[in-house]
């Protein structure tokens, strides 16, 4: 069960966009092929430009990762992802600074959420399992469309992690733990317990000092 923490702020700030195009940014996705990724192919592919997971007529029965095959440190990474489904908990996420934990589907570190009631949240994947950030769904609601494209940006820089949707901040959260990794792989997430279909495309990357 994850434990809704309210951002203080949030709704003052939610529609500042910082979002400038960045020259140094790199196509993480091809848009073709699952080159630069790696995970099951079974269930993880392309159709028409997108990264595809799941079927919303077939139950997705435990949470799977696409993971790059690089690490990251500082970086502005944006996206775009449509979540569709039914009949339970309809849920994605990209993770960053995360690994795969050995013997596993699972992933651990932060994961910006995508789902009803998480939409522009971050999350502590399998390490402290808690939200650590959660807009109001008020926010969520004027931001998402659901069920169709949205862009997601993130940038993690020394510890300090920003989120926006469709250009409205969600997130804006500065890691006080000691020892958190502020370097790792990044991944989609399909989550399980749902009829559900997620997509993700047009990822690209901007790497800071």
Known sequence: MRTVLPIIGILAAAFFQPLESFAAEKKLFDGETLAGWEGNTNLWR???GA???GWINRLQPRNDFLVTTQEFHNFHLRLQFKLEGTNGFVNGGVQFWS???TNSFEMIGYQADIGEDYYGGLYDEMRRKKVLQMPSKRLQKKLVTAGDWNEYQI???GGHIEEWLNGGKTADYAETEQNIPTRGKLGL???GGAYTKVQYRKILIEELP
């Open 189 to 191: 997430q399909i989550h």
């Open 99 to 101: 690994q795969r934990i």
């Open 46 to 48: 392309v159709e028409n």
């Open 155 to 157: 940038r993690a820089q």
């Open 51 to 53: 990264i595809v997971a």
